[in-house]
């Protein structure tokens, strides 16, 4: 007995290439063509889920003539196109073999749009909705008038912009049908006033309407090739008449551990449970105004952690709510859908004002997570990619030291220069740091004195009677074209510079007659530097840290 090929009906109209689908006919339907002799045949195939229109090409109008060609009869498309219509998009059948004719219909399939929308035959023609009712996987910029059904979810809050000559504002949303497909609306300026307080995450709509236009992966995690652009003359009408099973959440969850082969900017769906989180703290940005921030560490199944740093409401709303649930025996799981992957210590994830966080989401991962963490995850070891040792130090391809300028690095490099350290500044070369193990590591944070005997970290919340020494050890660094670097080194690099922990070296410079160590000073090394661009002071500067170094 011939099978049919579940779902291929909305595969094909979404594009995909499928190898020889075998679908039935249910419908043969003659449609004679204004002031012509010619007849067209319109057929309705069917997966045994779906139906939809099918174009027969008159060179094989014989078939049906000669009944070859029946209701019941079972094709293997050998090839087959779409073609886009001003109400439907329907398939083309340009070659087919003949399963099977007579052939009971299968399934108990519905027409697409109608298996879509739940509604009426009729309902295209509702004056609020007049255009056909089509999957979301189906649109495409050639789409003109088109009305699409399913779920909103994620809604950002209004995100006050400035660019050249005008201010504006913008809000968004994802939208996800019966399918599953999804896709991310943007409403800007007038459009926000007339659509936010209409759009609520979770509710049914229909949206009727709007351009469609390549997606701008900056702002959305779907992975839908297109965005809408809701405009004058879009329509988002509340519905009830849709099935239940519409998705209510939709993540493209990703593993940290894969996080490491994902671009700079790109935005991601992550899950994991949350080790720690800082207080907040108020910085200045680059226009002057300030902001909030606080900075989590989550872990996942993968055994990887990595930062995620929220900003503005997020500090105020989900940070705080993380914070005060830190206090108790269960770390909460947080859910980051669209985080932003930054180049920061490694990298580290950073909220925009299209992140959503979840706190303890009702998900099947929130379980999972938390069986593993409580049997097994407590106690592995793990690798945060919020290091910048993470990368494996090949000391290769030196460059000169003249060619390190702020207009040549304007953003995140690691780069190895082959230099003499002609100077260390001892002035100022460590700092007290928190001695508390967090999570198997110690903290390190940089404490404040807040009285004579005690010490507080920020990041902790905790008072401390002690401290430990940590190195921040800055130095001169000079190469074969004569230019002068100015380089910091912190606890790893400055350990295997100097052969002493911090503490020691400080001893050893407090006894009478110290100089500085011989066998550093006018000594060639290996460095492998951190570049990065740093706000200082409402400006942008260069930073240069040395993540290894290697005798020559």
Request: glycine letters at 4%; hydrophobic letters at 35%.
């Amino acid at each position: 007995m011939a099978t049919l090929i579940a779902n291929a009906i909305p595969d094909i109209l979404a594009g995909m290439s499928l190898v020889d689908p075998s679908l039935q006919v249910t419908a043969i339907h003659s449609i004679q063509q204004p002031h012509s002799t010619n007849v067209k045949y319109r057929l309705k195939l069917s997966d045994g889920m779906h139906t939809h229109p099918t174009l027969l090409p008159n060179q094989m109008n014989s078939l049906v003539l000669e009944e070859a060609l029946v209701t019941g009869s079972i094709l293997c498309l050998t090839e087959y196109s779409c073609k886009i219509f001003d109400k439907y998009t329907a398939i083309i059948i340009l070659s087919f073999d003949i399963i099977s004719n007579n052939a009971a219909i299968i399934g108990s399939p519905t027409p697409l749009l109608q298996a879509i929308a739940y509604l009426p035959s009729n309902s295209s023609e509702d004056p609020l909705n007049p255009f056909p009712i089509i999957p979301i996987k189906t649109l495409t910029p050639y789409h003109k008038q088109w009305s699409i059904q399913g779920r909103a979810l994620a809604k950002t809050p209004i995100h006050n912009f400035k660019n050249v000559g005008c201010d504006g504002k913008v809000f968004g949303f994802d939208f996800v049908d019966m399918l599953g497909s999804e896709i991310h609306v943007t409403c800007f300026n007038e459009l926000v006033d007339n659509f936010y307080h209409v759009i609520h995450s979770g509710s049914l709509y229909v949206i009727s309407n709007g351009r469609i236009k390549v997606a701008n992966t900056k702002y959305s995690s779907s992975t839908n090739p297109f965005e809408i652009i809701l405009h004058d003359s879009s329509i988002v009408t509340p519905t009830t008449c849709i099935d239940s099973t519409i998705p209510k959440h939709s993540f493209h969850i990703k593993s940290i551990d894969s996080l490491q082969s994902f671009p700079i900017n790109a935005l991601v769906d992550v899950i994991g449970i949350v080790l720690s989180i800082s207080p907040t703290s108020t910085i200045r940005k680059r226009d002057g105004t300030e902001t909030i921030k606080c900075t989590a560490t989550i872990i996942d199944m993968s055994s990887c952690t990595i930062d995620i740093t929220f900003w503005g409401r997020h500090c105020q709303i989900e940070g705080k709510q993380i914070f005060e649930m830190s206090l108790e025996p269960n770390p909460p799981v947080l859910l980051i859908k669209s985080g932003r992957i930054v180049s920061w210590n490694g990298k580290s994830l950073d909220t925009i004002f299209s992140t959503t966080l979840l706190i303890n989401p009702d998900l099947l991962e929130t379980t999972t997570l938390q069986t593993w963490y409580a049997k097994k995850g407590v106690d592995e070891p793990y690798i945060s990619l919020s290091q910048t040792n993470l990368s494996p130090h090949t000391f290769e391809n030196p460059i000169d030291i003249s060619s390190i300028t702020d207009e040549s690095f304007p953003g995140q490099k690691n780069v190895c220069v082959k230099a003499t350290i002609t100077k260390l500044h001892l002035d100022n070369f460590y700092y007290l740091s928190c001695p508390q193990v967090v999570n198997k590591k110690k903290c390190k944070k940089k404490v404040v004195q807040s009285s004579p005997n005690t010490f507080q970290c920020p990041k902790c919340s905790t008072d401390l009677s002690e401290c430990d020494f940590s190195y921040m050890l800055k130095m001169d660094l000079q190469d074969e074209t004569g230019e002068l670097l100015k380089v910091t080194a912190f606890e790893g690099p400055s350990n295997t510079l100097l052969g002493v922990p911090a503490e020691d070296f400080q001893l050893l410079l407090a006894e009478p007659n110290a100089v500085e160590p011989s066998n550093v000073i006018d000594c060639k090394f290996f460095f492998d530097l951190n570049i990065k661009m740093v706000p200082f002071a409402g400006q942008e500067t260069q930073s240069i840290v040395i993540t290894a170094i290697k005798p020559t």
